[in-house]
């Protein structure tokens, strides 16, 4: 079980536009790979030509080592299943008629479906969870469970592999789960090749263990997660800077683009603000900040903490301590010299404890030194108090000392740019 695929040179031209060029790859039996790229880049041009849907103007395509333009449809039928979003049914058949339409490549002229056909219809429906509405016409059903109903057809067909163009686009997340799941079961168990053309990268990484990336009709990287989803390859693909980093849970790759400020919005004169600390508290204000255009430096932070991931994509001044360890002495004068580069420090909502409660040391004494300080939301201090009420004492002393509390992010902008205009 399981379709291998080869691609020699495979071109497709529209007129003078090549939409695929000079495309190589092969896909052995059972590989569970996932189509990448921006829209534009070839992906389910590639998928129909693979499916004889299109025929491309040059190269080559084997199927289990047989060119695919000397293999019948029906025969190919029998080897490839297709789930695109953009199959159309407009006829009132219903769910369970549609569904056993996947058994039509196995029966001869006007044969009927037998016994062992209904049972595989039943099978399927229930695997793809629309057994419920087997008696309901398609046309009344919503783009979702159609794009279901489609799932349950290929399954019914009992493919070695099956081709997927998209095929979470009209579905929710608890159902582009359950069917990318259900792919990878068919993978699993019983050796189906499959090949799907996703959109969204951080669904690929959790259900693929192949990738191949297009762009321009070309494949740019192919292999591993770690090999194909970088921040060049990404970059050089969809035209946009990202930050690919390990999922803090399952460990799996993620991508996250990053926003472009948009210009004008705070008139900073160049003044820098410094954020303390990192973590999850920490990136509204910095993602605020940013967005305006103002110049940031934060610390310290754990290497494996998201304000150090943030800090290091957008290239910012940074003191990194290593993960599960105290501010020595040198990163504690490493912290102060960019508070005093700043014109402003800002303290996010972040929990304290005995390993990063020397920040709160550090900021009394750059108000001593009449640095401008912002506490973000003080009143919530002992929820986030680890250090036996000390974190809660120290912020309690820093606002009698002259620090400004704000009790949401969304006044820091405001309050930093008031800062700015008296500079």
């Known amino acids: 079980m399981g379709l291998k695929i080869i691609v020699n040179g495979l071109e497709l031209r529209y007129g003078a536009y090549p939409v695929l060029d000079g495309v190589d790859f092969t896909v052995r039996?059972?590989?569970?790979?996932?189509?990448?790229?921006?829209?534009?880049a070839g992906k389910s041009t590639?998928?129909?030509c693979i499916s004889k849907i299109?025929?491309?103007?040059?190269?080559?395509i084997r199927l289990n080592g047989r060119e695919a333009r000397f293999i019948a449809a029906r025969e190919a039928a029998r080897l490839m299943a297709v789930v695109s979003q953009e199959q159309a049914v407009d006829f009132d058949f219903t769910v369970e008629e549609v569904?056993?339409?996947?058994?039509?490549?196995?029966?001869?002229?006007?044969q009927k479906e037998g016994e062992e056909d209904e049972v595989l219809a039943r099978r399927a429906m229930e695997m793809t969870g629309v057994s419920h509405l087997a008696g309901r016409t398609i046309t009344a059903l919503s783009g979702g469970e159609k794009q279901r109903v489609l799932m349950a057809r290929a399954v019914c067909q009992e493919p070695e592999a099956l081709l997927l163009d998209e095929p979470t686009a009209n579905l929710d997340i608890g159902y582009q789960a359950s069917l990318l799941e259900l792919a990878a079961r068919l993978n699993r168990e019983k050796g189906v090749t499959v090949i799907a053309?996703?959109?969204?990268?951080?669904?690929?990484?959790?259900?693929?263990?192949?990738?191949?990336?297009?762009?321009g009709g070309r494949v740019l990287a192919a292999g591993r997660a770690e090999e194909v989803i970088t921040a060049e390859n990404i970059r050089r693909s969809y035209g946009v800077p990202a930050f690919v980093y390990r999922h803090p849970l399952y460990g799996v790759l993620q991508v996250s683009?990053?926003?472009?400020?948009?210009?004008?919005?705070?008139?900073?004169?160049?003044?820098?603000?410094?954020?303390?600390?990192?973590?999850?508290?920490a990136l509204p204000a910095l993602e605020l900040l940013h967005r305006a255009g103002l110049s940031l430096s934060v610390s310290p932070v754990s290497i494996q903490d998201s304000g150090c991931r943030f800090a290091q994509f957008h290239r910012l001044p940074v003191v990194e301590v290593p993960p599960f360890s105290a501010i020595t002495d040198v990163l504690h004068q490493e912290h102060l010299q960019l508070i005093r580069r700043a014109g402003a420090v800002v303290v996010p909502p972040v929990p304290f404890g005995e390993g990063n409660l020397r920040c709160l040391a550090a900021v009394e004494q750059a108000l001593k030194e009449d640095a401008v300080v912002f506490v973000l939301e003080p009143a919530g201090i002992s929820e986030r108090d680890f250090s036996g009420g000390r974190a809660t004492e120290l912020l309690a002393r820093l606002l009698r000392e002259g620090a400004r509390p704000l009790p949401r992010a969304a006044d820091l902008l405001e309050a930093v740019a008031g800062r700015s205009q008296k500079l």
């Open 54 to 60: 299109l025929a491309p103007s040059d190269g080559q």
């Open 257 to 281: 683009v990053a926003k472009r400020p948009p210009a004008g919005e705070v008139d900073c004169k160049a003044l820098r603000v410094h954020v303390i600390g990192g973590g999850e508290e």
């Open 197 to 215: 053309a996703i959109h969204d990268l951080n669904l690929a990484v959790q259900h693929f263990d192949r990738f191949m990336l297009l762009a």
């Open 46 to 48: 590639l998928l129909r």
């Open 99 to 110: 569904v056993r339409m996947g058994r039509l490549p196995y029966l001869k002229r006007f």
């Open 29 to 40: 039996r059972g590989d569970l790979l996932a189509l990448l790229g921006a829209n534009g």
